[in-house]
């Protein structure tokens, strides 16, 4: 798919959630990454580490001049492969999950960065 060439020993899950491995087609290969942009925060209360998190959302309209994703969006874009993506919907406590996928393909690629 894509004219990408798959890499050897890929391992990845069937469903893909932040910090799970998944594949990528990234400078016409196939290799697995984790999805989302490790995030380091620090405890307002303690000033300690916390547990690493991970980004998977990032609009261009909000975030191309923000230096953190600046090298991002010039030069890492990918396709991620998927079968259904889902976006969360509704406020938070509430939320659901919106699939989306387009009908009679049974694999499509969403644009993104790394």
Sequence with gaps: MFSAVPSNGVDFAAKVYPKYTGLVIADGAVPTMTWGFPRRAVSKKTGKPLK????NNARDDKLRGNPVWRESFRDR???????ASAQAQSAAG?????????????????AEIW
């Design 52 to 55: 690493p998190g991970a980004t």
């Design 77 to 83: 874009s990918c396709l991620i492969p998927v079968s």
């Design 94 to 110: 509430r939320m659901t999950r919106t699939w989306y996928s387009l009908p009679g393909e049974d694999l499509v690629a969403v």
